[in-house]
């Protein structure tokens, strides 16, 4: 059974920064791809940024601020974010795309709580 753990979230003030990760186990094969998702209450769930073996997109409104990277030996997706505003505040989700016990399927964390406020 694949599960993420996501860790890293909490509260910091506008202009602060945070780390987020998420950790993949269990018998994993292959990782297509791997995402930050982030959703406010009563708001659809939203790309916040993505990253394959050969591209990485971010959304326009963290362009510069935050970075998504990964660690391809021990299955952990990261995200960096910097200059932290008030709007950025959510539950931020990773998702990833992967192949565990020749099984291809989407998986998603928990949720980690980031707010935003001073």
């Known amino acids: 059974q694949v599960q993420l753990a996501e860790s890293g979230g909490g509260l910091v003030q506008p202009g602060g920064s945070l780390r987020l990760s998420c950790e993949a186990s269990?018998?994993?094969?292959?990782?297509?791809?791997m995402a930050w998702y982030r959703q406010i209450p009563g708001k659809q769930r939203e790309l916040v940024a993505r990253?394959?073996?050969?591209?990485?997109t971010t959304s326009a409104d963290v362009k510069g601020r935050f970075t998504i990277s990964r660690d391809n030996v021990k299955n952990i997706l990261y995200l960096q974010m910097n200059n932290l505003r008030p709007e950025d505040a959510a539950v931020y989700y990773c998702?990833?795309?992967?192949?565990?016990?020749?099984?291809?399927?989407?998986?998603w964390g928990q949720g980690t709580q980031v707010t935003v406020s001073s």
């Open positions: 269990g018998i994993i094969s292959a990782i297509y791809s």
């Open positions: 998702n990833m795309d992967l192949q565990g016990r020749g099984i291809r399927d989407t998986y």
């Open positions: 990253i394959t073996n050969t591209e990485t």
